[in-house]
């Protein structure tokens, strides 16, 4: 069944006693993920249509919303987060993607960052108590059937032998 509460058409998604309303687009990459046994926050399908209202409350948010149309996000656990990032590696060829997922420079670059978070932001009567607890991987739209399929290779237990990748559109 496909809801329509929130900004993306969602769909039930369950592996295990997992289950969750998943944006339709990342239904099967999230899945997969958790198929791999790997933990995830929140997904979000596209980031501009999703924040799309910010810049009227938020006018100095008005270049990072456009500048995320057509990308994905997935949160993790700190953890969760790198097993993903391992896993996607090690399923496929040191390839352009691998470049984009890999090294901040590459054209399209996938932003990866771990995300200091105060638990005093949800509990404001408590005092400040920072911690790593979050990982969040934002990437292009069109990585997305790689990515999926990448995973489902690892779910597999099919691992592609290291090699040397091609890092010249990063300048190396």
Not at 104 to 131: C, E, N, R, T
Request: hydrophobic fraction near 45%; glycine fraction near 6%.
């Amino acid at each position: 069944m496909t809801s329509y509460e929130g900004t993306h058409p969602t769909v039930l998604v369950r592996v295990g006693n997992l289950h969750a309303q998943i944006d339709e687009q990342l239904a099967p990459a999230i899945q997969a993920i958790w198929e791999c046994g790997i933990n995830t926050f929140t997904c979000c399908q596209d980031l501009a249509e999703s924040n799309a209202d910010w810049p009227a409350k938020l006018p100095h948010m008005a270049e990072w919303v456009e500048s995320r149309r057509g990308w994905m996000l997935i949160d993790f656990p700190v953890d969760s987060g790198l097993a993903f990032l391992s896993a996607v590696a090690n399923a496929g060829p040191r390839d352009a993607f691998y470049v984009r997922m890999t090294h901040w420079a590459a054209p399209d670059a996938w932003d990866v960052q771990i995300k200091p978070m105060d638990a005093a932001m949800f509990h404001g009567d408590q005092p400040s108590d920072f911690g790593l607890r979050l990982l969040q991987v934002s990437f292009p739209a069109y990585d997305l059937p790689e990515l999926t399929r990448r995973l489902r290779e690892h779910a597999a237990g099919r691992r592609v032998p290291p090699a040397p990748a091609d890092w010249s559109t990063v300048g190396r």
